[in-house]
T-cell receptor, first 114, second 111 residues
Framework: DAGVIQSPRHEVTEMGQEVTLRCKPI?????LFWYRQTMMRGLELLIY????????DSGMPEDRFSAKMPNASFSTLKIQPSEPRDSAVYFC????????????FGPGTRLTVL | DQQVKQNSPSLSVQEGRISILNCDYT??????FLWYKKYPAEGPTFLIS?????DKNEDGRFTVFLNKSAKHLSLHIVPSQPGDSAVYFC??????????FGTGTSLTVIP
């Protein structure tokens, strides 16, 4: 079975532009998580979904960030407008369910905002 | 505020010796703890875990120790191998499936 798929793997954009990151979770997994990795804060949870419904978005840094999960096999994280401080690696992870004690990560998207 | 802390950003160990990675947490409600390993340009992968009802869990060369009174977790790798060189993240959870991750420790095993 394919793991979590993220695209693009690398994104370079200019400040003010809209950025959309994409994620396909493992088939059959009901929970999906978006993380941001930075040196200062490590892996920060931005938002997570259970059965396509956002459960906790308290980690989303600002209104510039939004996430959607229109169906069980696809999610997007959008930043509009992007800023240089958004530069980081963004990971998507999925899990079989709420009580499952492991998350499976995608390879990440390295975002650079100039 | 970081509820899970890894105070050592990096660690270097000779091949064959023991690697000890440490993690501290502040929330006494955490009841499950995990270690993830991350290679460059890859996502983190699960390594080993421990429930709060235990104080030790062993899997081959990897052992995790939990000291609940000190709110401290450690990962022992013995013997260390060059392929163990990676970033190790400590994580903790309580209700639901929200994980709280530390900032990571970069381990270098010197051949």
């Amino acid at each position: 079975d394919a793991g979590v798929i993220q695209s693009p793997r690398h994104e370079v954009t200019e400040m003010g532009q809209e950025v959309t990151l994409r994620c396909k979770p493992i088939s059959g997994h009901n929970s999906l998580f978006w993380y941001r990795q930075t040196m200062m804060r490590g892996l920060e949870l931005l938002i997570y979904f259970n059965n396509n419904v956002p459960i906790d978005d308290s980690g989303m840094p600002e209104d510039r960030f939004s996430a959607k999960m229109p169906n069980a096999s696809f999610s997007t994280l959008k930043i509009q407008p992007s800023e240089p401080r958004d530069s980081a690696v963004y990971f998507c992870a999925s899990s079989p369910g709420q009580t499952y004690n492991e998350q499976f990560f995608g390879p990440g998207t390295r975002l650079t905002v100039l | 505020d970081q509820q899970v802390k890894q105070n050592s950003p990096s660690l270097s160990v000779q091949e064959g010796r023991i690697s000890i990675l440490n993690c501290d947490y502040t929330n006494s409600m955490f009841d499950y703890f995990l270690w993830y390993k991350k290679y460059p340009a890859e996502g983190p992968t699960f390594l080993i875990s421990i429930s709060s009802i235990k104080d030790k869990n062993e899997d081959g060369r990897f052992t995790v120790f939990l000291n609940k009174s000190a709110k401290h977790l450690s990962l022992h790798i013995v013997p260390s191998q060059p392929g163990d060189s990676a970033v190790y993240f400590c994580a903790a959870k309580y209700t639901g499936n929200q994980f709280y991750f530390g900032t990571g420790t970069s381990l270098t095993v010197i051949p």
